[in-house]
């Protein structure tokens, strides 16, 4: 199965801070990865696909990079909102892997 | 808008069988690959299994196989899971999810494997 170490596991931030999150899948995986973002109690919600592609209605703030194994997330204002934890995932290859997450918290 | 309604979990006993429902609407149900994802309590996302749109391939994570079966139903707009011989280890709220790249989430069905 294809690991995706993601990191830091956590994170002290402040309102208007830039933020980046990274995953590195243990072998290529192209550019299959998409970002996620979830909150307490609630459903995951798609912020990125195909490692850079924005979702619809997603803010601009967030955005992604990467190919092969090193992949970003990276928040370039942090806002109240965005306080959450979150996961990358690699579409490449069966079965699809979860990074193990990123908690982003007020500093 | 895509809304996705899980239902059907519950508390069974270790070596119990569970049928999860997920009713899918505002969207062409039949034209996209459907997932299951899990959550155990407190901790991170784990792709439970996948299915094709006219149900040619489906896909498991090896912890489920043998034991999970994901089917749908495109006439009712429904995937299911079905989760035989349960282990303290699927205790998890399971989301279902649309398409392979899990577009869009349902709020998630809890089930507790417990004696």
């Known amino acids: 199965d294809i690991q995706m170490t993601q990191s830091p596991s956590s994170l002290s931030a402040s309102v208007g801070d830039r933020v980046t999150i990274t995953c590195r899948a243990s072998q290529g995986i192209r550019n299959d990865l998409g970002w996620y973002q979830q909150k307490p109690g609630k459903a995951p919600k798609r912020l990125i696909y195909?490692?850079?592609s924005l979702q619809t209605g997603v803010p601009s703030r967030f955005s992604g990079s990467g190919s092969g194994t090193e992949f970003t997330l990276t928040i370039s204002s942090l806002q109240p909102e965005d306080f959450a934890t979150y996961y990358c995932l690699q579409l490449n290859t069966y079965p699809f892997t979860f990074g193990g997450g990123t908690k982003v918290e007020i500093k | 808008e895509v809304q996705l309604v899980e239902s059907g979990g519950g508390s069974v006993q270790p070596g119990g069988s569970l049928r999860l429902s997920c009713a899918a609407s505002?969207?062409?149900?039949?034209?996209?690959?459907m997932s299951w994802v899990r959550q155990a309590p407190g901790e991170g996302l784990e792709w439970v299994a996948n299915?094709?749109?006219?149900?040619?391939?489906?896909y498991s994570v090896d912890s489920v196989k043998g034991r999970f079966t994901i089917s749908r139903d495109n006439a009712k707009n429904s995937l299911y899971l079905q989760m035989n011989s349960l282990r303290a280890e699927d205790t998890a709220v399971y989301y279902c999810?649309?398409?392979?790249?899990?577009?869009?989430w349902g709020q998630g069905t809890l089930v507790t494997v417990s004696s």
């Open positions: 195909a490692a850079s």
């Open positions: 299915i094709k749109e006219d149900v040619s391939e489906s």
């Open positions: 999810a649309r398409g392979q790249h899990l577009a869009h």
């Open positions: 505002g969207f062409t149900f039949s034209s996209y690959w």
